[in-house]
Nanobody
Framework: QLQLVESGGGLVQPGGSLRLSCAAS???????????IGWFRQAPGKEREGVSC????????NYADSVKGRFTISRDTAKNTVYLQMDSLKPEDTAVYYC?????????????????WGQGTQVTVSS
């Protein structure tokens, strides 16, 4: 089975930065030929929403309008890891951030496009 492990969350002041990592691993004999990886977030009392997603081989990317110009997604295929660099953080970015992946289909940041999910990492933006 595929395992996704997020790291890098924490408490940061408004205007600060964090970098999240999502490391993908698989049991022996299980293919790690992923199609897309995405970052989603869920704030208390709100629906889980797509933040940024990347198609692994082409590098095609999409971002939610709320994070464009502030967040950057990138991949290191040798390490099977995807990063989310978050700059100019705002209190409204506070949420649990989840990494998700699929092996085929689409890379658009919609929950239904992703089959595998990590446990999440908390990001809190507060002074």
């Amino acid at each position: 089975q595929l395992q996704l492990v997020e790291s890098g969350g924490g408490l940061v002041q408004p205007g600060g930065s964090l970098r999240l990592s999502c490391a993908a691993s698989a049991a022996s004999g299980f293919s790690l030929n992923l199609y897309a990886i995405g970052w989603f977030r869920q704030a208390p009392g709100k629906e889980r929403e797509g933040v940024s997603c990347i198609q692994i081989t082409s590098g095609s990317i999409n971002y939610a309008d709320s994070v464009k110009g502030r967040f950057t997604i990138s991949r290191d295929t040798a390490k099977n890891t995807v990063y989310l660099q978050m700059d100019s953080l705002k209190p409204e970015d506070t949420a649990v951030y989840y990494c998700a992946a699929n092996f085929y289909g689409a890379y658009a940041c919609l929950r239904q496009n992703y089959d595998y999910w990590g446990q999440g990492t908390q990001v809190t933006v507060s002074s």
